[in-house]
């Protein structure tokens, strides 16, 4: 088939992008208002690709147009789609491709509020190192993984499976479109307020997500209070992880540059591991995927072993950027209260002697929402500062907008030394005076205003050893 991709720089449709390339197809695709690092991924993909809209864009022989849900994209007002569906050419969503030509695969959905993204691109890395020709899905970029979307040849698949909607007009979660014999869980608290008013309404699609499991498949659930309140939904064969006794856990951390801890499986196996990926969360999603890749049989615990050992991770989830500077730069992906916390807690736990300073971009719809205002009485505890950049005001009109005086007047009602920055030279001014015994997270998952790829150098130049 010829595919192209309207929206092809959105994580997900990149990464089914390279799939759809990988197994056989011709793709090509087009973008508008890109920002790296997703423009430059998209670039050196080697894809035709346009960075504007335009009829003019679809090959004369399309077979079909995947469209992306942002709102940047136009909709039913979209030029590329309007023009395709003129033509007679099948319109679709990348979840909805996804699950048609999956159909047939053993797929396995990682989903949860957080930790997705890394558990799905960790379960490709250890199955692509042990000579296993999987496909997968992730959203996320890893440099372990020479692309976030690849078909394979083997019967299994790994789909990283968002909660979040198909599209303005398919109020489905993307995963319920994937048919999983197989699924990884790995948490489930309140997030994307925006369409999920309501911690029933949010975990109504995971019920159904467990539903959906044949009675031959088989759930790795994380032992947590609000997934042992869904676990009944599933015929499926239930195993835990994450817990203390009974299922798979960790035991006898220790945590450095490279962190060491002992995988324990149900029936007291014990594996001693090794990660150098930071923070508590990362073990346990460490755990998750063994339980997931060892109850299979899909891999050996030695080649779990030194997979695991070499996966570098994700970009943007606690990368550090600096150099040589003896304040060290880290970048974490603050999408949601969970994530963002977990990224705080992580370098508190690593650089325990050192003030946390947080640059933070209030960039999903939940954190730059009135709804969601409480979760800054807590998600900063623990930050010696912030600076808070100002919400974006795409999609604001779909949500109770919160400004940039209200977050910060939140945060510091908190008990946090919260300032705004309007831009990155205004924060680049407030990070130029540091003591030496800081170290740095930026925190988002936009733009940032450019700071991940700017701040970087200047703190090599004035902080390097």
């Not at 640059?359 to 009485?377: G, I, Q």
């Amino acid at each position: 088939m010829r595919i192209h991709f309207t929206g092809i720089a959105g994580a997900g449709m990149a990464a089914v992008a390279q799939m759809m390339q990988d197994a056989g197809h011709e793709v090509s695709g087009s973008d508008q208002d890109v920002f790296p690092p997703m423009s430059t991924f998209v670039e050196g993909l080697g894809l035709p690709v346009a960075w504007h809209l335009d009829a003019a864009n679809l090959p004369a022989d399309l077979d079909v147009l995947v469209q992306g849900a942002s709102a940047k994209l136009g909709g039913d007002d979209n030029v590329e789609a309007r023009a395709a569906r003129e033509r007679g050419v099948k319109v679709t969503t990348f979840p909805q491709l996804v699950g048609d030509l999956t159909r047939d695969r053993v797929n396995t959905v990682v989903a949860g509020s957080f930790g997705k993204s890394t558990c799905a691109a960790l379960a490709a890395h250890v199955l692509r190192s042990c000579g296993v020709d999987a496909g997968w899905l992730v959203g996320a970029i890893s440099p372990s993984l020479p692309a976030t979307g690849r078909w394979g040849t083997s019967p299994e698949m790994i789909l990283e499976g968002d909660e979040y909607i198909v599209g303005p007009d398919d109020r489905r979660s993307k995963f319920a479109l994937y048919h999983p014999q197989r699924l990884l869980l790995t948490s489930l608290v309140h997030d994307h307020v925006n369409v999920f008013p309501t911690f029933a309404e949010y975990e109504a699609p995971f019920r159904e997500l467990l539903r959906g499991l044949p009675s031959d498949g088989l759930a790795i659930l994380r032992d947590h209070p609000a997934v042992r309140e869904i676990a009944g939904e599933t015929r499926a064969r239930v195993v835990w992880y994450g817990g203390r006794e009974g299922g798979w856990r960790a035991e006898n951390e220790v945590f450095g540059e490279v962190s060491r801890f002992v995988l324990v499986s149900p029936d007291g196996t014990r594996t001693p591991m090794t990660t150098g990926l930071l923070g508590a969360h990362n073990i346990e999603n460490i755990v998750g995927v063994s339980a997931l890749l060892l109850d299979t049989g899909l891999v050996t615990r030695e080649g779990l072993v030194r997979a695991v050992a070499s996966f570098e991770g994700i970009r943007r989830r606690l990368d550090r950027l600096t150099r040589t500077s003896r304040i060290p730069v880290i970048e974490g992906f603050g999408s949601s209260w969970e994530k963002a916390r977990s990224a705080i807690d992580a370098l508190r736990l690593h650089f325990p002697d050192r003030k946390l300073v947080v640059v933070f971009e209030p960039h999903t719809f939940s954190w730059r929402s009135r709804d969601a205002l409480s979760w800054y009485d807590t998600v900063f505890e623990g930050v010696e500062r912030v600076l808070v950049l100002p919400p974006p005001g795409h999609g604001a009109e779909s949500h109770h907008q919160s400004t940039l005086a209200e977050i910060i007047e939140r945060t510091r009602a908190a008990g946090v030394d919260a300032r705004p920055v309007m831009d990155a030279q205004a924060a680049q001014e407030a990070l130029s005076a540091l003591s030496g015994d800081e170290v740095v997270l930026l925190l988002s998952s936009g733009p940032l205003a450019g700071l991940p790829d700017s701040l970087p150098p200047t703190f090599d130049r004035l902080y390097g050893n």
